[in-house]
């Protein structure tokens, strides 16, 4: 029942932009923070940005300050990821990540996505 579905990839070409969006449905979505990933062949998973479930702070990699935002829209159950000025070495797999700790009255979860492909190529 639960589901962490990421859209929104694609080809684009380098300078460009896109935005993907991850949906949860089966779990208290507000509770937890919202992390996006990726991963391109041969290299490390590596965090990308990150969101606090109120939505208030937010951190970012290096490689991606001043170019991407995360944001998250608790009332859709989704977070986003906008992405402008992209790079060739962009291209990966992204996938976003649900993580909430436990509490006294609720259990802890961490759940991920299947992951979509973006491609930045000329």
């Keep these: 029942?639960?589901?962490?579905?990421?859209?929104?990839?694609?080809?684009?070409?380098?300078?460009g932009s896109l935005r993907l969006s991850c949906a949860g449905a089966g779990f208290t979505f507000s509770r937890?923070?919202?992390?996006?990933?990726r991963q391109a062949p041969g290299k490390e998973r590596e965090l990308v940005a990150s969101i606090t479930s109120g939505g208030t702070s937010t951190?970012?990699?290096d490689s991606v300050k001043g170019r991407f935002t995360i944001s998250r829209n608790n009332a859709k159950?989704?977070?986003?990821?906008?992405?402008?000025?992209?790079?060739?070495?962009?291209?990966?797999v992204y996938y976003c990540n649900a993580k909430s700790s436990s509490g006294l009255y609720w259990r802890g979860?961490?759940?991920?996505?299947?992951g979509t492909q973006v491609t930045v190529s000329s």
């Design 1 to 15: 029942q639960v589901q962490l579905v990421e859209s929104g990839g694609g080809l684009v070409q380098p300078g």
């Design 32 to 37: 937890g923070a919202m992390t996006w990933y």
């Design 59 to 61: 951190n970012y990699a």
């Design 77 to 92: 159950t989704t977070v986003y990821l906008q992405m402008n000025s992209l790079k060739a070495e962009d291209t990966a």
């Design 109 to 114: 979860y961490d759940y991920w996505g299947q």
